[in-house]
C-alpha cells in the first residue's frame, strides 16, 4: 500500500504526505514519470488528495465529526481558487478567531480537518503571503506552527526535499551518462577492474566494478579483472578467490582474469629502458626525508647520477643485497611541481617477502602508480575508470605512459562512494573483525559486499543505485535511505508475506464462533502477485496476538483478523502492571474491514499437528556513532555500544520453507532475509531497512551527561531559594533586573486573573 506521486505535482498534494507519515497507513513513492498522486490503498486506487485524506484519516482513526470535517474538506477547495483580497483575509480572520480557543480545528485532537486545511493553505501563495506579513493572526499562525512541528510532518517535508534532490542528481547524471565515454567505438571498449588482493571488497569497489561492467556492455565490448599484486606483504592468494567471489555475488564476470604479476619481467625490462633514457634514477634518500624533500620542492642529492650508476643500483636491488636494500627508483619528472604527484615519485622499491604467485623470484616490485599504466596499455584497456582520488596522478599515468613510448589510454574519473556512519577504511575493518566486535567479514553491519548482501540488499538495487550516481564528480557523504528505498521498491513485489508474533507477553485470545477443531486454508503468499505461490493458514478457536495489539483495543471494538475477517473484542484481562493477559473476541465476519481502524496479524495456537515455529528477528545499528570520522579520530572512542539488537518471535510454519538467503515480509513489521539455522535451532531472519529515516536513524544513544557539581550559591541567594542547576557557565545579572516582569501582549483572548496570585 503507497502513495505514488511526482515532486512536481501541482497543486502540490501536502495534506496526502502529511496524513500518510502520521498514520503510517502506506508508504510514500516518489516517481517523476507518473502525473498527479496516486493511493493504492486495500484493492482500490484513488487519485484526488481530499479523498486520499479522507480514506487514511479513516483507516487512522482520525476522520472527527463527520459534519464538521466535511465543511473544511469544503473549504479546502475554495482556498487555492480565491484570488480576491477581501475574500481571503475574510477566510484568514475566520480561521484566526475559530482557532482563537482551539487547539485543533475539530474536536481535542488532530483529525483529517487540520491536515486538509494545513495543505490547502501550503500551495496558496497568497494566504502564505499574508500570514508571514500580517501579525493579527496569532492563532492561524501559531496553529500553522504546531501542525509543521510535528515529527511526521517534518519527516513528510524532508522526504520532499530529499526526493527533489535526487531528481535534480538523477538529471545530472543521465545527462552525463548520454555523453558516454571519450573516443569509444562500438566493440572495441576494454575497461579493467584492478583490485588489490588484500581483503575483502567492500561498496566502494562495488561503483567501480560496476561501472567498469556497465561500460563495457554499452559499447559490446570487455571487461578485465586484474589483481594488482605487486605488494607481497599485504596480499594473499585466498583473497583472490574471495574477490571473485564478491564479485560473483554482484552478478559481476569479467571477460578474462588477470595479475600484474603476469608482466613482471616485461615492466622489468621498461624499467631498465627508462633508466637508460635518463627519465628514472636510483635513489638511496631515507623515507621520512624523501617526503620532506618531496613536500618542499628540493631535489634528492641522487637527481643528476649518471645512468651507470643507476643501472648498476638497479641491478643491487633486484639481487636483494643489503646495498640494493637501500635504494629505490625514482620517475624524473619534476622536483617542484604544484602537482605534488608529480615530484619525482618512486616506481620500483625492494621488497624480500616471497610473492604469493611467483615465490621468492623478485626481490623487487614496481609500485601501483608505474604498474597500472604499464599493464593497462599492454593488455588493451582502451578506458580506464579511477575514483577521482587519483585525479592528482592522472598527469603522472600519462607521462608514464607516454616516457615509455607506449599506446596510450583514456581515463574517466568519478567520485568516490562514502556514506554517513560508515567505514571503508580496511585498516579500521579489521580492527573490528580482531576485536570481536562483529562476527566476520560478512558480518550485516559491515559495508563489505558480503555484509551488505547478508543483509538483503540486491544487486539489482546496487545497480540502480550505483548508475543512477554514474560518474558524478560530487564528493559527498551519502544516507544509506535512497539505496535502501531502492532496495524496497525490487523486493516488495516478490517478496512472500509471513506471520510473526513477539514472544514475550503474547496474549492468547478466545474466539467465540470460531472452528470446533483447527483448519487449514491455502491462501497467497502474496495478495498481488500469484507468481509467489500460495501458503498455508491454521485456523483455530484460540490465537496469539501481540502485547502491543492487545493492550491497544478498547473494550466492545471491532477489529479486523487478518485473512480471516472482524471480531468485536467482549472481554480483557490484565495483569498486575497493566499487562494484557488473556482476551475473548465474537467473531463477526459480516463485519466490514473498510471500517476498523485496527488489522492485526495473528498465528493460531500451537498444537503436536500445527507448531508454530521459534524465530529470532535480529536488527542492526551502525557500528559508530559519528557521522563521518576524521582522519585525527581514533576508532575506539567511537563504537556504538550495543549495535545488534534480538528479538525473539513464534512464525508461521510455512517459514520451514525457506532457504538461507530468501528474502520475505512479516507483515506489520518489515522486510526480512533469511539467514539460516542458528545453533540453538532456531530460523534467525535479519531485518532490512526500508529506506524510511526513522528506521535509519542511529539507534545509538546520546552521548552521557558530565555530572558536575553545583556552583557555590552566591551570596544574596536564601537556602529555600530552590533547586540550584549544575551548569558550567558564569554567572551574568539578569537583563531586566531581579524584579518580576509581567508580559503584555495584544490578544483577542479575554483577561483572567492570575491563578497563582
Request: with cysteine.
Amino acid at each position: 500500500m503507497s502513495i505514488t506521486l511526482s515532486t512536481k505535482t501541482s497543486p502540490f498534494p501536502y495534506a496526502s504526505i502529511a496524513i500518510a507519515t502520521y498514520t503510517q497507513k502506506v508508504d510514500i513513492n516518489y516517481d517523476e514519470s507518473v502525473d498527479g498522486v496516486f493511493l493504492d490503498f486495500e484493492g482500490s486506487q484513488i487519485s484526488a488528495d481530499n479523498e486520499i485524506v479522507a480514506a487514511l484519516a479513516n483507516a487512522g482513526g482520525l476522520a472527527g465529526d463527520s459534519t464538521q470535517t466535511a465543511t473544511y474538506f469544503e473549504l479546502a477547495k475554495t482556498v487555492p481558487t480565491l484570488t480576491a483580497i477581501p475574500d481571503i483575509l475574510a477566510l484568514l480572520d475566520s480561521l484566526d478567531n475559530h482557532l482563537a480557543y482551539r487547539t485543533f480545528l475539530v474536536g481535542h485532537d488532530i483529525t483529517a480537518a487540520d491536515f486538509i486545511i494545513w495543505g490547502s493553505i501550503k500551495v496558496a501563495p497568497k494566504f502564505i503571503g499574508f500570514l508571514k506579513n500580517g501579525q493579527q493572526y496569532v492563532h492561524l499562525l501559531r496553529w500553522m506552527s504546531h501542525i509543521e512541528s510535528l515529527e511526521s510532518i517534518q519527516a513528510a517535508l524532508a522526504s520532499l526535499t530529499a526526493a527533489k534532490a535526487n531528481k535534480a542528481r538523477s538529471n545530472k547524471t543521465a545527462a552525463g551518462f548520454a555523453l558516454g565515454l571519450q573516443n569509444a567505438k562500438e566493440g572495441l571498449v576494454v575497461t579493467r577492474f584492478p583490485p588489490e588482493p588484500s581483503g575483502y571488497l567492500h561498496i566502494g569497489h562495488a561503483k567501480a566494478a560496476m561501472l567498469n561492467q556497465y561500460f563495457a556492455k554499452m559499447y559490446n565490448g570487455k571487461m578485465i579483472i586484474r589483481f594488482d599484486d605487486t605488494n607481497p606483504t599485504k596480499e594473499r592468494a585466498e583473497f583472490e578467490e574471495t574477490i571473485l567471489q564478491d564479485l560473483e555475488l554482484l552478478n559481476i564476470r569479467g571477460d578474462k582474469v588477470t595479475h600484474t604479476s603476469d608482466y613482471f619481467d616485461q615492466i622489468y625490462e621498461l624499467a631498465i629502458q627508462i633508466i637508460k633514457s635518463g627519465k628514472a634514477y636510483a635513489d638511496d634518500t631515507e623515507q621520512l626525508q624523501m617526503r620532506e624533500e618531496r613536500g618542499k620542492g628540493v631535489a634528492s642529492a641522487h637527481r643528476d647520477d649518471s645512468i651507470e650508476d643507476n643501472l648498476r643500483h638497479f641491478e643491487e636491488m633486484r639481487t636483494g643485497s643489503p646495498e640494493g636494500l637501500r635504494w629505490c627508483i625514482r620517475a624524473k619528472i619534476s622536483v617542484d611541481n604544484q602537482n605534488k604527484a608529480l615530484r619525482d615519485p618512486v616506481i620500483y622499491r625492494c621488497n624480500l617477502i616471497p610473492h604469493h604467485r611467483t615465490g621468492d623470484k623478485w626481490k623487487i616490485y614496481p609500485t601501483y602508480d608505474f604498474a597500472c599504466p604499464i599493464v593497462d596499455s599492454l593488455e588493451g584497456v582502451t578506458h580506464a575508470l579511477r575514483t577521482n582520488e587519483y585525479r592528482e596522478r592522472n598527469a603522472q599515468y600519462h607521462w608514464m605512459i607516454e616516457a615509455l613510448g607506449m599506446r596510450s589510454v583514456d581515463i574517466w574519473d568519478f567520485s568516490r562512494l562514502n556514506f554517513i556512519y560508515t567505514l571503508l577504511s580496511k585498516r579500521k575493518l579489521h580492527w573490528f573483525v580482531d576485536n570481536g566486535i562483529v562476527g566476520g567479514w560478512d558480518d550485516p553491519r559491515f559495508p563489505t559486499i558480503r555484509g551488505i548482501r547478508r543483509r538483503g540488499l540486491t544487486v539489482d538495487a546496487l545497480s540502480q543505485f550505483m548508475l543512477a550516481q554514474g560518474p558524478s564528480q560530487a564528493i559527498v557523504s551519502l544516507e544509506w535511505d535512497m539505496i535502501w528505498a531502492i532496495n524496497k521498491k525490487v523486493i516488495d513485489p516478490v517478496a512472500p508475506r509471513f506471520w510473526a508474533i513477539v514472544k514475550e507477553n503474547s496474549v492468547f485470545v478466545t474466539i467465540n464462533g470460531g472452528p470446533l477443531a483447527p483448519e487449514m486454508k491455502t491462501l497467497p503468499r502474496h495478495k498481488k502477485n500469484p507468481d509467489i505461490g500460495e501458503k498455508k493458514t491454521v485456523f483455530t478457536s484460540t490465537i496469539l496476538v501481540e502485547q502491543e495489539d492487545a493492550i491497544s483495543f478498547d473494550d466492545q471494538e471491532e477489529i479486523t483478523l487478518m485473512d480471516w475477517g472482524n471480531a468485536i473484542v467482549r472481554s480483557k484481562t490484565t495483569g498486575p502492571s497493566g499487562e494484557v493477559t488473556s482476551l475473548t473476541m465474537d467473531l463477526h465476519l459480516e463485519g466490514d474491514f473498510r471500517k476498523t481502524k485496527k488489522k492485526i496479524t495473528w498465528l493460531a495456537q500451537p498444537s503436536k499437528d500445527y507448531p508454530l515455529i521459534d524465530v529470532t528477528l535480529l536488527d542492526y545499528d551502525y557500528l559508530i556513532t559519528k557521522k563521518k570520522l576524521e582522519e585525527t579520530d581514533d576508532v575506539k572512542d567511537f563504537v556504538t555500544p550495543v549495535s545488534e539488537f534480538r528479538e525473539e518471535a513464534f512464525a508461521d510454519a510455512n517459514v520451514t520453507t525457506l532457504t538461507k538467503g530468501d528474502i520475505i515480509q512479516f507483515e506489520r513489521k518489515g522486510y526480512f532475509i533469511f539467514d539460516g539455522t542458528a545453533e540453538d535451532g532456531k530460523l534467525e531472519f535479519i531485518r532490512i531497512p526500508d529506506g524510511r529515516a526513522a528506521n535509519l536513524a542511529s539507534k545509538a544513544g546520546k552521548p552521557s551527561v558530565i555530572a558536575v557539581e553545583a556552583p557555590v550559591p552566591a551570596s544574596g541567594t536564601t537556602a529555600d531559594a530552590g533547586h540550584v542547576p549544575s551548569s558550567t557557565m558564569y554567572k551574568v545579572k539578569k537583563i531586566y533586573g531581579e524584579e518580576p516582569v509581567k508580559p503584555v501582549s495584544t490578544t483577542k483572548m479575554y483577561a483572567v486573573s492570575n491563578v497563582y496570585e
